[in-house]
């Protein structure tokens, strides 16, 4: 089984940064999907961004430009950048790891808040 962990969220004013961490268990990064998404108060779940086992990646257009997923495979950790933070942003974060043999893996997700 495939552990995820979130990491990096918190409380932060408009136009400031956040990094959230994604660590998983395994090794598993290079041969899987890993997709960010994010669920705000009264909102339905959303993908924010998406990067290949090739590292081909993918950003929903409400945050590209601003948001930029990455990895890093010998940490076995994806990131998302966070920067320009606006208070639509708020949202539960979540990791998921899709395996290209198959399976697919849900962090616990951590909070995004960005409030004056």
């Known amino acids: 089984q495939v552990q995820l962990a979130e990491s990096g969220g918190g409380l932060v004013q408009p136009g400031g940064s956040l990094r959230l961490f994604c660590a998983a268990s395994g090794s598993v990064l290079s041969r899987s999907v890993v997709r960010w998404f994010r669920q705000g108060p009264g909102k339905q779940r959303e993908l924010v961004a998406t990067?290949?086992?090739?590292?081909?990646?993918n950003h929903a257009g409400s945050v590209r430009g601003r948001f930029t997923i990455s990895r890093d495979n010998a940490k076995n950790t994806v990131y998302l950048q966070m920067n320009s933070l606006k208070p639509e942003d708020t949202a539960v974060y979540y990791c998921?790891?899709?395996?290209?043999?198959?399976?697919?893996?849900w962090g616990q997700g951590t909070q995004v808040t960005v409030s004056s």
């Open positions: 990067i290949t086992s090739g590292g081909s990646t």
């Open positions: 998921n790891v899709e395996r290209l043999r198959g399976g697919s893996y």
